[in-house]
């Protein structure tokens, strides 16, 4: 589990002090699905964690909008991030409709 999120110095899935040379802002719900640029989605990782990432988390990205509540549509903000080996897992909270979910992809399933 991402145990540093929010942290303002270290690197949010290692927890590894960042160096102002090696950090990466990435929004953790990609821009092109509704992910804003603000304190709720934009990641604070060390290079090796912020391609980690990308390479875990864009290929299992083929559902229209794994991040959008399955009641409202509205994009979720994320509460947790948990890793298990080849998977990311986003455990997310609706603001309009004040429910958690996890990302499913066009089956239904949790991303990985």
Do not use: T
Request: with cysteine; glycine share 8%; net charge negative.
């Amino acid at each position: 589990m991402w145990r540093w999120i929010g942290a303002v110095d270290r690197c949010w899935r290692c927890g590894g002090v960042l160096n102002s040379d090696f950090i990466e802002e990435v929004p953790l719900i990609p821009e092109h699905l509704g992910g804003k640029r603000d304190n709720f989605n934009l990641a604070k990782l060390d290079s090796k964690c912020a391609r980690l990432l990308r390479s875990k988390l864009l290929p299992s990205l083929s559902a229209e909008n794994p991040f959008a509540c399955p009641e409202c549509g509205e994009v979720g903000r994320v509460l947790k991030i948990d890793e298990e080996e080849e998977r990311i897992v986003f455990e997310l909270w609706c603001p309009q409709c004040g429910i958690k979910f996890k990302a499913r992809d066009e089956r239904g399933e949790e991303i990985c």
